[in-house]
């Protein structure tokens, strides 16, 4: 498995600002993932965050919104811009490890724009 | 969108019982996990089952999975009231590049002490 620790835990802000989320693993890995879970619901997959490249969207996020930044194979920051109320969910970082593939989830971080 | 469903979306039980739940999917896949989160929090890591395998063991967890149904279940025996939580599968699409996951809407479990 992977220790992976997620700062802030949680965060409370106001609408139109905007907040990075960072992730760090304690080992190198080569697959990062950002993950958003709004409340009630499921998990969503936001993008795969590329290690010296820009990250791989998925349908319906967007850069511009979700800055996502790699640069080396144990961190990850994921900002979350000009926040709106609908921006408040849980955002997890996850990671690949081990020769079968099993996917593992960072503490997650709350937020809740207000 | 995602890919499966699972069902049902919660369970009541008494501790001591046993509790099944059950995911179906959509396409084919490599491999499904499924994730214990407990009142919002981070997913724990339970079970992957690869493609190619029909069932899992780990402690009290039991992993089925039948690719001809496209379905999996997860089975906990002798469930405790520490068992209380949302239980989710994620697949990993063949077809698809890099190990995404799409997750099943969750099953909410609450075991009854």
């Known amino acids: 498995s992977a220790v992976i620790s997620q700062k802030p835990s949680r965060d409370i802000c106001q609408r139109g600002t905007s907040l990075t989320i960072q992730c760090q693993v304690d080992?190198?890995?080569?697959?990062m993932f950002w993950y958003r879970q709004q409340p009630g619901q499921s998990l969503t997959l936001i993008a795969t965050?590329?290690?010296?490249?820009?990250?791989?969207?998925e349908s319906g996020f967007v850069i511009d919104k979700f800055p996502i930044s790699r640069p080396n194979l144990t961190f990850s920051t994921l900002t979350v811009s000009n926040m709106s109320p609908e921006d408040s969910s849980i955002y997890l970082c996850?990671?690949?490890?081990?020769?079968?593939?099993?996917?593992?989830f960072g503490p997650g971080t709350r937020l809740t724009v207000l | 969108s995602q890919q499966g469903e699972e069902d049902p979306q919660a369970l009541s039980i008494q501790e001591g019982e046993n509790a099944t739940m059950n995911c179906s999917y959509k396409?084919?896949?490599?491999?499904l996990q499924w994730y214990r989160q407990n009142s919002g929090r981070g997913l724990v890591h339970l079970i992957l089952?690869?493609?190619?395998?029909r069932e899992k063991h780990s402690g009290r967890l039991r992993v089925t999975l039948d690719t001809s149904k496209k379905s999996s279940s997860l089975l906990i025996t002798a469930s405790r009231a520490a068992d209380t939580a949302s239980y989710f599968c994620?697949?990993?699409?063949?077809?698809?590049?890099?190990?995404?996951?799409?997750f099943g809407g969750g099953t909410r479990v609450l075991v009854k002490p």
């Open positions: 396409t084919s896949i490599n491999n």
């Open positions: 965050a590329n290690q010296g490249s820009e990250a791989t969207y």
């Open positions: 994620a697949t990993d699409a063949a077809r698809a590049a890099g190990n995404k996951l799409t």
């Open positions: 089952i690869r493609s190619n395998e």
């Open positions: 996850s990671v690949v490890v081990g020769p079968r593939y099993e996917q593992f």
């Open positions: 080992s190198q890995v080569t697959m």
